[in-house]
């Protein structure tokens, strides 16, 4: 080695070892992080989705999707067990697939795919939702949750509708959540076909269907995100009519303070329910546990409490635990379609 070359060779190596040195300070810092903040929050889900040739442009979204196939054309009545799931006086075909509509006879879809409901002084309803994305915990939550308590489906999931039969068939009421805008996209994105403030009735209206026609057998509609949708009362209304004139009742998950879903929905004509309590925003049993009693005293003071949930592990376990005694202490557990507020 050359006079020259040795000193490069040398100051090389030297910042090499300080290279290094620095990887393993950021991978230490990180865990370090991990450990102390841990995980409160619910964890954004970054879908990998497709959308079929002949959907409708979705908005500009962040997660790439899976191919949603369109399900076949329905010419008679479907049943999963006892269950009516699909009937072809209810459906409009549309481009996508089947659409919901209200039949010639007056029956609509929140009635004819509703859940038996028990009866009793204090009823209590809690829907679950973020079913059909992970099939492991959605199974999970179809056979371990009460038969009562109403189920809630993303629109993403090729194989969706089987999930719906399923849970239709062991006796839960389903529900549609369709992708509502927040406060922060494209930041949080619900994925492709959602509705949009500031968009065109049209666009919003080509969007819906999209969503409405990715299974059927759900009696109600419910949001996907949606803080700055549902706050937005010129977005909103076409939205509300157009789902109330298919025969749906619709959930608002309360998750958006700033709502005016209660009001739209009642200038609307449209059925409609508010989450009064949720779950899980952290999660923890001890915390669900405190909301599952909250929802009693709700009950008791009023006759009626809806809950809202997400397909966290811990919820499930927690509102099945829970359940098993609840008749005991004077409570039934009943479908949010047992209790929506009707239009006047």
């Known amino acids: ?28 810092a990180g865990a370090l992080t991990i450990t102390v903040t841990g995980k ?23 997660a790439a999707a899976v191919r ?25 075909e549309g481009p996508e697939g089947p659409l919901p509509r209200i039949a010639d006879d007056g029956r609509k879809p929140m009635t004819a795919y509703a859940a038996p409901a028990a009866t009793g002084k204090f ?43 399923e849970a239709r068939q062991l006796g839960h009421e389903a529900l549609l959540e369709v992708p509502m805008e927040p406060l922060d996209f494209p930041d949080s994105d619900p994925g492709p076909n959602t509705l949009r403030s500031g968009v065109e009735q049209d666009g919003n209206g080509q969007r819906l269907d999209w969503a409405m026609s990715r299974f059927t057998g759900y009696a109600g509609v419910t949001n996907l995100l949606g803080q ?9 209304s076409p939205t509300m009519v157009q789902m109330a004139r298919r025969g749906f009742y619709f ?69 099945a635990a829970w359940a098993k005694g609840l008749e005991g202490r004077g409570f039934v557990l009943v479908p949010v379609s047992a209790i929506v507020t009707l239009p006047k």
């Open 1 to 28: 080695m050359t006079a020259l070359t040795a000193p490069v060779a040398s100051r090389a190596a030297h910042a090499l070892t300080l290279a290094s040195a620095s990887v393993l300070c950021a991978l230490a």
């Open 40 to 62: 409160v929050h619910r964890p954004q889900v970054e879908l990998n989705l497709s959308i079929p040739a002949a959907a409708p442009k979705p908005v500009a979204h962040r």
């Open 251 to 319: 959930y608002d998950n309360g998750a958006v303070p700033q709502s005016v879903a209660p009001d739209v929905a009642g200038r609307s004509g449209m059925a409609f329910a508010k989450a009064t309590e949720t779950l899980d925003d952290v999660q923890s049993a001890l915390e669900i546990d405190r909301h599952l009693s909250d929802l009693e005293a709700e009950a008791r003071t009023h006759g009626t409490a809806i809950g809202s949930g997400f397909l966290y592990p811990v919820t499930v376990a927690r509102i």
């Open 68 to 92: 949603v196939a369109s399900l076949p054309r329905i010419d008679t009545p479907v049943y999963a067990g006892r269950a009516l799931i699909a009937d072809p006086a209810l459906i409009q």
């Open 228 to 236: 700055r949708f549902l706050a937005d009362s010129d977005a909103l």
């Open 123 to 165: 009823r209590i309803a809690i829907v679950v939702s973020g079913l059909g994305l992970s099939a492991k915990a959605t199974q999970a939550a179809i056979a371990g949750l009460p038969p009562a308590i109403t189920l809630a489906f993303e629109p993403y999931a090729g194989d969706v509708q089987h999930f719906v039969s």
